[in-house]
């Protein structure tokens, strides 16, 4: 077994595109930085983290143990906002267990955050870098409506946000909401509706991007620390799915909105005007959905509707076996 990272071999075609992953890991959210790491089609310019699924300390230091496991810890990560705009944070700890990423042993963090808050850090790399920016945000959109309002000057310096977050159907922190967008449904609805490309990675896609208990057990025999590492995790995650939903496996959410900007084809979206409920506790982050195009507006939003679960579970694959 080697220590360094394999590399997929690149592709022939445009040059590779930069991302900021925007998270707050979460065992879906570790996923999503793997394959953000490794392929080809994108460079991660930074890892940004947001309160979400645990508390702001414990989604920075569980994003550090993450590089740390993948031996990246080249990659900045920068703390953003410890709750949402508005409201009282609330984690999911009934998902993701107290640390937020529960289920396996990790690395002790080799390196610590920058000393540039989210907002700063990201401000400056989309201000330098050459080509437009695309930023995929993994948990509540607090950081991205941030950088938003304080710099509406990158607007054009952003190629697109590309978001896991939200529903057409069920909902799953409430019946009616997705949890990214329920956390702090003030920022969902400045970033859904800031004019810039987005496209939105929700429950109806992502339930469909499961992976089974065997299939994940099966990472353990891929020959890196990394497999183990993630079948332990995924062996956790898996409990919650089992006990809400007899389901046998889990979604692997946030690694679909990284899958959806390596523009390979995986996932088929369909442009939808959507708008985000702020005002009712009942139906709270609710991602209302105008299918039909009942309120004659333009579409603000291209929405993930299905995808190829065998090819996005082979480079969920890929990737372990490319980690140490
Ligand atoms: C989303 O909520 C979090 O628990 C996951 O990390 C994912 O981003 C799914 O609803
Ligand atoms: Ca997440």
Redesign the pocket.
């Known amino acids: 077994m080697s220590g360094s990272v394999t590399t997929p071999a690149a592709p022939k075609g445009p040059a590779p595109r930069p991302i900021i992953l925007d998270c707050?890991p979460?065992?879906?959210?570790a996923l999503a930085m793997l394959l953000a790491l490794v392929r080809p089609e994108v460079r991660l310019l930074a890892v940004t983290t947001v309160g979400?699924?645990a508390d702001l300390r414990r989604t920075t230091r569980n994003a550090l143990a993450v590089l740390t496991l993948a031996g990246r810890t080249d990659v900045p990560v920068a703390m953003g906002a410890p709750g949402p705009l508005v409201r009282p944070l609330r984690v999911?700890d009934w998902?993701?267990g107290e640390s937020g990423l529960d289920g396996a042993d990790l690395p002790e963090p080799a390196a610590a955050p920058v000393s540039e808050g989210a907002v700063a850090l990201m401000a400056r790399l989309i201000g330098e870098s050459p080509t437009p920016v695309t930023l995929v945000p993994?948990?509540p959109l607090t950081n991205v409506a941030l950088l938003l309002r304080a710099h509406p000057e990158l607007r054009p310096r952003i190629a697109r946000i590309c978001l896991?977050?939200g529903s057409m159907g069920e909902g799953?922190?409430t019946a009616s909401a997705?949890?990214?967008i329920w956390v702090d449904p003030e920022a969902a609805a400045e970033v859904f509706d800031c004019g810039l490309p987005v496209a939105m990675m929700g429950?109806d896609v992502?339930h469909q991007a499961r992976v089974t208990v065997a299939e994940s057990d099966a990472w353990a025999t891929l020959g890196t620390r990394t497999g183990r590492v993630f079948a332990d995790l995924f062996r956790f995650f898996a409990r919650f799915h089992r006990d809400r939903y007899g389901w046998d496996g889990s979604p692997i959410?946030?690694a679909v909105a990284v899958a959806h900007v390596l523009d390979l084809g995986l996932v088929c979206t369909e442009p939808y005007r959507v708008d985000v409920e702020t005002t009712s506790e009942l139906t709270r982050g609710r991602t209302v959905v105008d299918i039909r195009g009942l309120l004659g507006r333009p579409p603000n939003v291209d929405v993930g509707v299905s995808i190829d679960r065998e090819r996005f579970l082979g480079l969920v694959r890929d990737a372990l076996a490319a980690f140490p």
Request: hydrophobic share 25%; glycine share 18%; aromatic share 4%.
């Open positions: 707050d979460g065992h879906d959210d979400g699924n999911a998902v993701h993994t948990g896991m977050g799953n922190a997705e949890f990214n429950l992502t959410h946030d």
